[in-house]
């Protein structure tokens, strides 16, 4: 049940950015607000871990802190954040969302959990319903670049994902994904001298949105996000990502005036129904034991 709630914390709050960065992209460049998120994110999850005992990662657990901190938080960030430049939100994200099936088959080849036939059926139709939300996509049309970016996105965030799920075993999830983020931050510094004169020029409600976007879709999503996938498998994880989507696209409609089509409705109810099914285990009831005597058994004589 725990999992299942902070999964859920997750979709709604990568949802929310979404559609933040398509609002702050306007003023704030792709690499300066990776930048100025990371920090946030890392100094905020930083007062969390140094306020409780550590376990400092091994050796071993250092290459994939930095594939997840290098392509999750660094190169994810970037290309999604330039993508937003070219597309509208609900597309960003229906777009990015064939990353849970790269998940999926790279979590059965790599880290030995198999295709569960409820995950591959959950899988396709959820894939289907981003399909139909792509092709009512309100824009009407998608920049080339802007797809390959989205596609960029995906492909780091699988990979990221796959290798993270063994890190989890070892250490705990906050530790993870603090490491993570100032591994990512530090891959964007960089971008430093346009995060100061950006920000220097912004409005303020733009400065507060890259702290909203540090704060909740990075600092607290992504720990809700690595708490959830402790306690289950990348692949059944990543088909929950399907519903960040169509509430996207929701928040889109209600904050940018971003309104989809009708044929975008059907493909989140599709979206929905796969997240289900990937996500249904069938319950098998316990059997109570029977004693079976032999026929020419006799009872025990009391002594």
């Not at 990075?218 to 989507?245: D, K, N, S």
């Amino acid at each position: 049940m725990l999992a299942a709630g902070a999964a859920a914390v997750t979709v709604v709050l990568w949802a929310s950015a979404f559609v933040a960065i398509r609002h702050v992209g306007q003023e704030i460049s792709a690499g300066a607000l990776s930048l100025g998120r990371l920090l946030v994110g890392s100094v905020l999850l930083g007062a969390f871990v140094f306020t409780r005992p550590r376990r400092w990662p091994a050796k071993g657990d250092w290459k994939l802190l930095l594939i997840c901190g290098l392509l999750w938080f660094g190169l994810y960030n970037l290309a999604l954040n330039e993508a937003e430049r070219r597309l509208d939100a609900g597309t960003t994200a229906m777009l990015v969302n064939v990353g849970p099936l790269l998940i999926a088959l790279l979590a059965g080849l790599l880290l030995h959990e198999g295709f569960p036939r409820q995950l591959v059926i959950g899988s396709v139709a959820a894939f289907g319903g981003v399909v139909l939300i792509g092709l009512s996509s309100s824009s009407g049309s998608a920049e080339t670049w802007g797809v390959l970016l989205c596609l960029v996105a995906a492909a780091a965030y699988a990979i990221a994902v796959v290798s993270q799920k063994p890190l989890l075993s070892r250490l705990p999830a906050l530790e993870v994904t603090w490491l993570s983020c100032v591994i990512g931050a530090v891959a964007c510094l960089p971008f430093a001298p346009t995060l100061a004169r950006e920000t220097a020029d912004a409005r303020p409600s733009t400065i507060w949105w890259i702290v909203f976007l540090g704060a909740f879709p990075t600092a607290i999503a992504f720990t809700t996000w690595a708490y959830a996938l402790a306690r289950t498998t990348a692949g059944r994880m990543g088909a929950t990502t399907y519903l960040v989507p169509p509430l996207t696209i929701f928040l889109g409609w209600l904050l940018l005036d971003e309104s989809p089509a009708p044929l975008a409705y059907l493909g989140g109810v599709l979206c929905l129904i796969g997240v289900a099914i990937s996500r249904y285990r069938r319950r098998v009831a316990a059997m109570p034991a029977v004693s079976v005597a032999s026929p020419d058994s006799k009872p025990l004589s009391k002594s």
